[in-house]
């Protein structure tokens, strides 16, 4: 295989003699420069824009074209060739041109006179020219200046030929006439002298003389490739061909994380199936291939190989990059604690290589895993040098500015915006943090970068409880950013597009959003499992408020395998609340109080008056506590303590959630987690109600209210209106008591306002298809009804209950009355 | 000459026990030779051997015993450790194969001490390891049968070949001189003289050996340049043997002059071997000639298929000059051979002269997809590369061809040429040096120092290799032309005059020996009758004219200065003088400096042109320029006239010219009417008529 020509770069080189000769008609122009452009220039230059699938159809395009001669039928059949008889197009001209070269010497004179033909003169030569006394030479039409395009290209093909030894001439001729026999029939019929040695003029002259035998000359100089059955020909590429290919497959996969679409993968293996040279890059395809694959042992395998070939390569150790990607690849895989161990050698390699780029690359991925798994590294920072995660930071985005990273720059100051949320530091300092950023992501302009922004700009409105921002956001950078940025974040963006949606009962605009993914895309398997992870927390929530417990027990079961080394922590959490909500509705409040008290403990809470913390179990939460807390994220632990309140209200001993509940408040106040903070309200006011003290609870209600419809959390809004309706009634109770009978109409207006926050609460839970808060409603209104004495409309109202029993879970359940 | 049935049953019979007895040697080179050869024996045909076959006992000669019972009696003896050594031999492992038979102890023995001295440690017979003490200094040869003794001194000898190619430095690199040895020459050369004076001191009750050891003998002494002794065993090996083509071809190398070669012909068995060891050398010392071309004919009669003789007929028809017979003959060859490579070398060296480039694309294509690390593949790819003026690539396939095979005569040669090109003239003098002391009787490689050294003005020494080239080639105008011009730059007038006679008549020579030759049945390319007068080439006349000049011998000058100028017209003055132009101007520039059938290539390229004439070319003009001067000195204005207005409708060196012919108009003037003007040119035509007719 040679290293840069090609059959298929001689033709190009013919069609480029078109251009010079004036061969291309007008309309032909655009078409045919643009269709040479994008096989000579380096594919990845301008076409950023262009959706993924185009990019791979390029590359298709590029092995047909190394592969068979057809693909430059297609493209010039459709134009005529305007220095010919009419009739005749450029395809016919192509061939013309390609079977005039008949013979090596013939092939040897194509090279040497290609810059003759083709290049105009340099000043440079122009002057030697003058010096010598030659008259200049004439103007003859387009000549390719020396630096143009085409121009270079076509110097590069001299001179490559120029290097090439004998055999690997014959070896191109071979290539070339094995690239240009399938024309052989089309050619014929347009030129009836074309007999069956016309591939080699020297032969077709020779058989005046050799007879019979030219067959057997022809078999000694061309071997095995004249006879029908040459079962693996070399293909006709070079390895500049294989390699540029290589490259573009590898920086795809790379800049989108996504695999090798199958078919351009198969005619790929095609083409270099008979390569007896194979670029090393193709070991690093396959690691990435099999890595996306979640193949673990083969991506390993191809790993080590292709290091193995490429570790001393230009004089430089790669070791370090080495480890990098080994690091890399474990921690993927799950092996975090390897991973640690891999990614500090190659920190150390890199400092000891003064390698910056790897030694910053490797610093900054060891943060973000240190931020996951805090406890893979707590135990290191004393002893080693890194720091703690702060000063790391500060070092990391010092070092990235100097060095000009800009991507790292830009991920330092969104670790920073991101530390800073997650322990509940001032929003402002994030903020700052974020915008920062994105003035380097901006000015720079690192669109990689953008994703991770916005995913955690999104995270920054949710938890502000601005869900209007964080929808406008996501939606922005689905439609303007999503092409540019990695698969992955679109991924996350997408499913949490969905989550939204499910959380606004809209589960079947959550599905549509999830299945409208690109199904090629999810050949990798991280993705497709962190597809199918949303889509079933989407459906678990759906069952779960229907009340299709076996369903949801099923899908849980597959859920809770689930552990923090293959899915983010986030999710995890929502996973357990899940689970616990499951065994709520079960009835099940011993199992729901015990696991949640677990999940507490780990959080790393001390304040749960439960049982003092166990250790916890098995994977369900494998993360130790941290002695001073300060890298939990405060978010899980508001949710967990409301959850542990609801759980005991449900339990009829509300006033023992109190000091949790004022406990999530403050914290959710402290953070600035109002989406939390408005839920804490509500739990308080829950409490509160319990207490009897029902004025306090419904102020404190009517002014959370329209902040947490302004969260859109739906189903927390439905639990608001219910507490609200209950303080409600509770007033109204109070009013009677206290006498306040006789003004009828206040305790009217009461009763109307207390039936109003039932209906609210029940359109919210209606929305959320949760029948049992529905019909928890209802049974409310109709004890209100009948209370009133209102009978009719209290069997209106059993009525409906019936009806939502029935609909929504359509089984005799146990229901709650 | 047709064989006999029956003969060529015997030849075929002898062909085919000489493969045998040559592969059992590993003599793999004449095995193949003698199988080829065999191969081109047409099948008999199948009436008459079956009866024979059927008669005849199961064992063919070739497997049967060895008729000399004592030697057959110790093959059997040995016959495992000689099926041993032979599988080593085969493996390529020679040292070891040599061990089998003579351990290294044991020659060490035998050879490292004086035959003088008195404490011989080692024995002889079976117990050959054993310590029992030599009684004599005779009795110490072990005892072998000859088959084996010849294989093992053989691998010894390969062995050493290749220890020699180890150890030699690169091509022409600052430490390559060529004087590595193989130095297993000496103890095999002890051995065998040892075992050779072992044998005639008992003689009488020997048979007569088999022929082998007598070659490697042979073999050893030209190695160690003791040509004449070679000679002498290798006469007496292919007497005893002459089915072993490798012995032929040793003699083929000592043999340097014709002389010689008929001196020891009438001592060689009359065989037909003997008949194709002849045709061969006489191709190789470049001889040429009728009875040659009808010896190879009669071979190939016998023979004819045979890729060898088909080799030395086109190498026949390329030393005559015919080159498009050679190429035709070549072409052939090919067709029947496609993937040998032999003598492709000298095939491309025909395409280059004729400057077939597609053909030598191919052939180029051909031999490398054969087998591209081959000596022969090399030089054909070099002289490709050479004839696109890619000289440096041309050095390195020759290098690569040397690297393969330091003996490679042609890549020194060429690679010479190539330096030459490449203006780098002191490679080309080592290059051609090395050629030389491969083979002194490349006449092409002298030519080249000659040229080298012309170039760089050392005219004495460039005459000392011009002799040696023309001593080689003594019927090459070529060479003589060179010698002359020499002389000429060197002031010897008088020699270079005779030295470019002897060119001329050189030429003359060549032209009726082509036609001959050509005259055998195929080839339809040179056509032409023996009879026609010679064309002569008019630089060289225009070259004597101005040494007789210089001497002050203007009658002969001018002379000669009119046979050139008559050269213009040819015999048959016919116009086709444009295409005679084209081929000699074209071909002469790039290529006469390249390879010096490059000059062969004009003069053959523009045979069929300058049979009728030359036209007007850089030669004639200057005579006619000569003459027209000589006519204004001699008073003969209206000559010079005349002359003056040829010269300028030819459009050479018109204002001199011009001004010739005013001088001579005002001459003409001064004179009045000048009557004896066409009588004195008439005469001189006469004159030109008696001188050549008394020279021819």
Request: proline letters at 4%.
């Amino acid at each position: 295989m040679l290293r840069y020509l090609s059959p298929s770069k001689i033709a190009l080189l013919a069609i480029i003699e078109f251009y010079i000769e004036g061969a291309l008609g007008n309309d032909a122009m655009i078409p045919i420069i643009d269709f040479l452009t994008a096989h000579l220039l380096d594919s990845s230059v301008g076409s950023s824009l262009a959706a993924p699938a185009d990019q791979w159809r390029r590359a298709e395009s590029a092995i047909r074209l190394a592969a068979s001669i057809h693909r430059f039928e297609e493209v010039l059949a459709a134009f005529p060739a305007v220095d010919r008889l009419p009739g005749r197009n450029l395809w016919d001209r192509l061939l013309e041109k390609l079977w005039a070269i008949d013979s090596l010497h013939a092939l040897h004179d194509f090279f040497d006179e290609l810059p003759s033909r083709c290049l105009a003169k340099t000043k440079k030569e122009l002057r030697e020219m003058a010096e010598r006394g030659e008259p200049p030479p004439p103007p003859q039409g387009v000549r390719l200046t020396v630096n143009s395009p085409f121009g270079s290209f076509v110097r590069k093909a001299h001179l490559e030929f120029a290097k090439l030894h004998f055999d690997h001439v014959a070896e191109l001729w071979k290539a070339f006439v094995r690239y240009r026999q399938p024309t052989a029939a089309y050619w014929r019929r347009r030129n009836p002298n074309h007999g069956r040695l016309s591939f080699d003029a020297v032969l077709e002259v020779g058989q005046g003389e050799w007879g019979s035998k030219t067959n057997d000359v022809a078999v000694a100089a061309y071997g095995r490739m004249l006879l029908a059955d040459d079962q693996d020909p070399a293909p006709p590429v070079s390895v500049d061909d294989v390699e540029s290919l290589l490259e573009f497959q590898i920086e795809q996969v790379q800049r989108y994380g996504t695999r090798v679409p199958q078919n351009v993968r198969n005619q790929f293996r095609q083409l270099i199936k008979n390569c007896r040279v194979t670029p090393n890059l193709s070991h690093y395809l396959n690691f990435t291939d099999s890595w996306r694959s979640g193949e673990f042992p083969s991506s390993f395998d191809d790993l080590h190989r292709y290091f193995d070939y490429t570790m001393q390569s230009r004089d430089r150790l790669f070791y370090q990059y080495a480890l990098l990607n080994l690091g890399i690849v474990q921690s993927d895989f799950g092996c975090h604690k390897e991973a640690v161990a891999t990614m500090l050698e190659a920190i150390a390699t890199a400092k000891e290589n003064r390698d910056t780029a790897c030694l910053n690359f490797a610093l900054n991925w060891f943060f973000q895993l240190s931020l996951a798994h805090p406890h893979l590294v707590h135990s290191l920072e004393d002893s080693s040098m890194l720091g703690s995660g702060r000063e790391l930071l500060a070092f990391l985005r010092t070092k990235a500015k100097e060095t000009g990273m800009w991507i790292l720059w830009s991920s330092a100051l969104l670790s920073e915006a991101k530390l800073a949320l997650l322990k509940g530091d001032s929003i402002s300092t994030a903020v700052e943090s974020m915008v920062r950023c994105y003035h380097v992501i901006a000015e720079k302009n690192v669109k990689s970068m953008i994703g991770p922004h916005h995913a955690l700009s999104i995270e920054l409105w949710d938890r502000l409880g601005i869900a209007a921002m964080s929808a406008i956001t996501n939606e922005v950078f689905l439609r303007c950013h999503a092409r540019t940025s990695v698969y992955d974040d679109r991924l996350r963006l997408t499913c949490r597009v969905a989550g939204a949606l499910a959380s606004r009962g809209r589960y079947d605009e959550a599905f549509a959003r999830l299945e409208a993914i690109d199904p090629d895309a999810l050949r990798s398997a991280r993705a497709e499992q962190y597809w199918r992870l949303c889509r079933a927390l989407v459906k678990l929530r759906r069952d779960l408020h229907r009340n299709d417990l076996d369903s949801a027990d099923a899908l849980l079961a597959q859920l809770l395998q689930h552990g923090p080394e293959d899915v983010e922590p986030g999710i995890v959490l929502l996973v357990h609340l899940l689970h616990v909500e499951a065994l709520a509705r079960r009835g099940d409040f011993a199992a729901a109080l015990a696991k949640v008290d677990d999940l507490l403990s780990a959080a790393g809470s001390r304040t749960t008056h439960a049982s003092p913390p166990e250790k916890p179990s098995g994977t369900a939460a494998s993360a130790t506590t941290t002695p001073t807390g300060a890298t939990t994220d405060t978010h899980a632990l508001v949710r967990l303590l409301l959850v542990k309140v609801q759980l005991l209200s449900a339990t009829g001993s509300p006033e023992r959630g109190f000091t949790l509940a004022m406990r999530a408040a403050s914290l959710a106040w402290r953070a600035r987690l109002l989406a939390l903070l408005w839920q804490s309200c509500g739990a308080l006011a829950g409490v509160l109600n319990s207490l009897g003290e029902f004025a306090a609870a419904e102020r404190l209600l009517v002014a959370a209210l329209p902040r947490c419809l302004e969260a859109e959390a739906v189903h927390d809004a439905g639990l608001l209106f219910s507490h609200l309706a209950d303080a409600r009634v509770g007033l109204v109770g109070a009013m009677r008591r206290d006498g306040y009978g006789r003004k009828g109409s206040e305790v009217g207006v009461m009763l109307a306002k207390a039936h109003a926050a039932l209906d609210r609460a029940m359109e919210c839970f209606a929305a959320m298809e949760d029948a049992g808060k529905q019909c928890e409603m209802l049974a409310k209104k109709a004890a209100l009804y009948r209370a009133e004495g209102d009978m009719v409309r209290a069997e209106q109202c059993a009525e409906r209950y019936l009806a939502v029993w029935q609909e929504e879970v359509g089984v005799v359940g146990r229901g709650g009355g | 000459m047709g064989l006999s049935a029956k003969d060529s049953l015997q030849l075929r019979e002898a062909l085919q026990t000489a493969v045998v007895k040559c592969s059992e040697r590993c003599l793999y080179q004449s095995a193949k030779w003698a199988a080829e050869l065999l191969d081109a024996l047409p099948e008999p045909d199948l009436d008459t051997p079956m009866a024979e076959d059927v008669a005849e006992p199961a064992v063919h000669p070739a497997f049967a015993p060895n008729p000399d019972p004592a030697e057959a009696a110790l093959e059997a003896r040995e016959l495992s450790r000689y099926l041993l050594a032979r599988s080593f031999f085969d493996c390529k492992e020679f040292e070891r194969c040599a061990a089998v038979f003579l351990p290294e102890p044991l020659l060490a023995s035998l050879l490292g001490t004086d035959p003088a001295d008195v404490a011989p440690p080692k024995a002889k017979g079976k117990a050959k390891a054993g310590a029992v003490p030599a009684v004599s200094s005779d009795d110490r040869l072990p005892e072998l049968s000859q088959k084996s003794l010849f294989l093992a001194l053989y691998a010894k000898i390969i062995a050493g070949e290749k220890h020699k190619d180890e150890e030699a430095e690169m091509i022409m690199g600052p430490h390559d001189s060529g004087a590595v040895v193989n130095k297993q020459l000496v103890v095999v050369s002890r051995f065998l003289a040892r075992w050779f004076a072992k044998r005639k001191a008992d003689d009488a009750d020997y048979p007569p050996t088999q022929g082998f050891l007598e070659y490697l003998y042979g073999m050893v002494l030209a190695k160690e340049k003791n040509d004449n002794l070679a000679l002498e065993y290798l006469m007496q090996s292919v007497h005893l043997f002459p089915w072993n083509w490798g012995a032929w071809q040793e003699m083929t190398n000592l043999i340097s002059r014709v002389e010689q070669l008929n001196k020891i012909a009438p001592h060689l068995p009359q065989n037909i071997m003997s008949f194709i060891f002849h045709a061969n050398a006489a191709v190789n010392l470049y001889q040429q000639g009728p009875d040659q071309a009808a010896s190879v004919n009669d071979l190939l009669s016998i023979f004819p298929t045979s890729s060898f003789l088909l080799t030395c007929k086109a190498l026949l028809c390329y030393h005559s000059k015919d080159l498009f017979a050679a190429e035709h003959e070549f072409n052939k060859v090919l067709a029947l051979h496609p993937f040998r490579l032999d003598a492709l070398d000298h095939y491309s060296n025909i395409l280059y002269v004729l400057n077939r480039r597609p053909k030598l694309a191919f052939l180029a294509h051909l031999c490398s997809n054969i087998d591209k690390f081959r000596p022969e593949s090399c030089v054909v790819i070099g002289n490709y590369y050479s004839l696109l003026s890619l000289h440096e690539k041309a050095v390195q396939y020759f290098r690569r061809a040397l690297i393969l095979d330091r003996s490679c005569l042609s890549a020194w040669t060429l690679m010479g040429h190539e330096y030459v090109e490449l203006k780098n003239t002191h490679a080309a003098i080592e290059s051609y040096r090395r050629a030389v002391d491969v083979n002194r009787r490349d006449y092409r490689a002298w030519y080249g120092l000659g040229q080298t050294y012309e170039v760089l003005e050392m005219h004495a020494y460039a005459l000392w290799y011009y002799k040696k080239a023309a001593g080689l080639r003594p019927w090459d105008a070529k060479m003589w032309q060179a010698v002359g011009s020499c002389l000429q730059k060197m002031g010897r007038d008088r020699d270079g005059i005779k030295a470019l006679k002897r060119a001329l008549l050189a030429d003359s020579y060549y032209d009726t020996a082509t036609a001959a030759a050509a005259a055998a049945p195929p080839s339809s390319f040179a056509g032409g009758g023996g009879d026609r007068t010679a064309q002569m080439d008019p630089e060289v006349l225009l070259q004597i004219a101005t040494m007789y000049d210089r001497l002050g011998e203007l009658d002969e000058a001018k002379a000669y200065m009119e046979l050139c100028l008559a050269q213009e017209e040819g015999i048959n003055a016919a116009a086709d003088d444009s295409a005679g132009r084209a081929a000699g101007g074209g071909l002469g520039e790039s290529v006469a400096v390249h390879d010096s059938p490059g000059s062969d290539a004009e003069a053959e390229a523009a045979d069929p042109a300058t049979r009728e004439g030359t036209g007007v070319t850089f030669a004639t003009s200057k005579a006619r320029m000569w003459l027209a001067r000589y006519a204004i000195q001699t008073r003969d204005y209206a000559t010079a006239n005349r002359l003056a207005m040829e010269l300028c409708q030819d459009g050479v060196e018109v204002e001199e010219a011009k001004a010739l012919m005013r001088q001579a108009r005002s001459g003409l003037a001064e004179l009045g009417s000048a009557p004896g003007g066409g009588a004195s040119s008439s005469v001189a035509g006469e004159d030109l008529h008696h001188r050549r007719q008394s020279r021819g």
